[in-house]
């Protein structure tokens, strides 16, 4: 693959006009953010942007319909729904159905939210205290797959929550992650959480953000595992210490958008 020579500063700038011109509300249309910018209280977009990014993955149209599909179920009162839904309030969840992730899955994901929002103060709470006095998202990450399956489940739901003890990319937790924590004056990223340090994520790596980061020497690790996650990440934070996943939105709109 051959990979585009630029100096750290036209590196820099380069990216920094990527991510101006992608971090804006026009991408919001065709992404899954747009599931929890429906709604306004905290308790809400964290539980619906939860599980819009559990299943972002697939054709982008899919994935928004398919989670449109969950928050009507859910009345689009999510909080409201997880704590106080009954069994019989889940059979409906049985229909659902997106790629590998099927009825079974849905239901006991929404389960364990309850859990979570019952007996562990909430979602950002887990993450919080995973991230620890160190700082250290990883051992979020780790720390919240470790409460999440805590509540009875079948063997085949282990599979949607990526396990970084077994160098896991996790995508999807790095990007709700992004989700959550990262703060501008843009209006895409929500910046809800406080007790998470936006400089300490990790990108969401995917094929695209991957493949673009190779070709701009961000990147040498051929697979998208989790020390590709580590070396991307680390060369982003030299670009921006304190905001080195703002950068997701230069890769992904290169990757995707531009074919670059």
Known sequence: MKTNKFSFPELKEFLDEKY???????????????????????????????????????????????????????????????LN?????????????HRTFNGDDCVFFLKSLQNIYKKHGGLEDVFAKGVGEKSNVKNALAYFREVFFEVEHLDRSEKHISNVLKKSAAKRLNMYLRWMVRKDDRTVDFGLWNKINAADLYLPLDVHTGNVGRKLGLLTRTQNDW????EITSNL????????????????????????
């Open 20 to 82: 101006d011109l992608y971090n804006r509300e026009s991408f919001i249309t065709s992404d899954p953010i747009q599931i929890p910018r429906g709604f306004t209280k905290k308790g809400d977009i964290e539980i619906a942007g939860f599980l819009s990014a559990s299943i972002a993955w697939g054709q982008r149209p899919t994935i928004i319909r398919n989670a449109k599909w969950l928050m009507d179920r859910m009345d689009q009162q999510p909080l409201d729904f997880i």
């Open 85 to 97: 839904a009954k069994d019989s309030d889940l059979d409906v969840f049985k229909e659902f159905k």
């Open 227 to 230: 020390p590709a996650v580590i």
């Open 237 to 260: 934070r030299k670009l921006d210490p304190k905001d080195p996943i703002k950068y997701d939105f230069a890769l992904f709109g290169l990757g995707i958008f531009e074919k670059f």
